[in-house]
């Protein structure tokens, strides 16, 4: 049986990695995509997106949409830049002009709209803010009852974030501080939410032994593809920075595949929308339930991607 998945992204190597896993996946079809300009500008990570459907997606037709979605907290602008060097990679451009189309709506009613025609439940992934989501149960809660679950990566229970900005604590992972309050619309829905938070995703660091052994495999066109946009980022090497890359969101996409990967369990949350904790989740036993990822295979994690990626 196939798998219906949207995926909403928001244009950062991972997030584009993320989008090329799915095509890969046998088991999935991709119903459409929304890009959200919070990681990322929106103008190459939307060419991006639509080159990678055309050259990675086996001629299937899915479109993509434009978020008019803009946050509270923006990211900064060198991580934002990742987008333009995706999309000006040769193996995107070697047929243009692009395929694959734009929606002429934006994001979180193309989401709306997707739902709607969909007559099976639908696997959100969401690999950047929450924000086209709210906006989408906002406007049509009726969308609801179309959702199979929801995998965010997103969040983190632990003391330390990933958020280094003047006025803030660091508690909060980026993609929930970007737009706390759409978290908060999130929670307060019934949806089914795997959180693939900073617990799991920390377990899979950009290491150079990965770069080496996709550098290797560099004659098959997909694990290249890998190997180039993962040229693109700083790995872990001596010790961790604020800039230091992990597998956040293909961590997230590959549990849509093979979801024993991974151990999970149930807490309950709450977000923090004010003062200086802003996008930070927290543990509390009045808050509403989530599927905690809190642990991953990180070898048999880095050969399912690697295998999925591979062309022949
Ligand atoms: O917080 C992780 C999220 C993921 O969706 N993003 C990157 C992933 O796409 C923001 C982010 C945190 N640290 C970063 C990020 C870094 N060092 N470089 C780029 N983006
Ligand atoms: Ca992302």
Wanted: charged letters at 25%.
């Amino acid at each position: 049986m196939t798998k219906k998945v949207y995926l909403n992204h928001d244009g950062g190597v991972d997030d584009l990695i993320s989008l090329f896993l799915l095509l890969q996946m046998e088991e999935v079809e991709l119903l459409g995509v929304g890009v959200i300009p919070a990681d990322c500008y929106l103008e190459p990570a939307m060419y991006a997106s639509r080159k990678i459907i055309d050259r990675f997606g086996n001629g299937e037709e899915i479109s993509v949409a434009a978020s008019t979605s803009r946050g509270k907290h923006p990211f900064p602008k060198d991580w934002r830049m990742h987008a333009f060097l995706v999309d000006a990679l040769p193996i995107l451009n070697e047929f243009l002009p692009i395929k694959t189309k734009e929606a002429n709506i934006p994001a979180h009613k193309h989401l709306i709209q997707t739902l709607r025609q969909s007559e099976e439940p639908v696997t959100l992934v969401f690999v950047g803010p929450l924000t086209d989501l709210a906006r989408a149960l906002e406007e049509a809660p009726d969308i609801e009852a179309k959702i199979e679950k929801l995998a965010w990566m997103g969040g983190t229970f632990l003391e330390t974030g990933n958020v280094e900005e003047p006025e803030h604590d660091g508690s909060a992972e980026w993609n929930a501080f970007w737009d706390p309050e759409a978290v908060k619309t999130v929670w307060e829905s019934n949806i089914e939410i795997d959180l693939v938070a900073l617990e799991s995703t920390n377990m899979v660091p950009l290491t150079l032994d990965v770069r080496n052994s996709w550098a290797s495999e560099r004659k098959d066109l997909g694990i290249d593809f890998l190997g180039q946009c993962y040229a693109m980022v700083p790995p872990l090497v001596h010790f961790q920075t604020n800039s230091t890359y992990f597998l956040w969101d293909v961590l997230t996409t590959a549990t849509i595949g093979k979801s024993d990967l991974v151990k999970k369990k149930q807490v309950n949350s709450i977000v923090h929308t004010e003062g200086k904790s802003q996008g930070r989740t927290e543990l509390s036993e009045h808050g509403r339930p989530v599927n905690l990822v809190y642990e991953v295979n990180r070898d048999q994690f880095f050969q399912y991607i690697t295998d999925l990626s591979r062309q022949n």
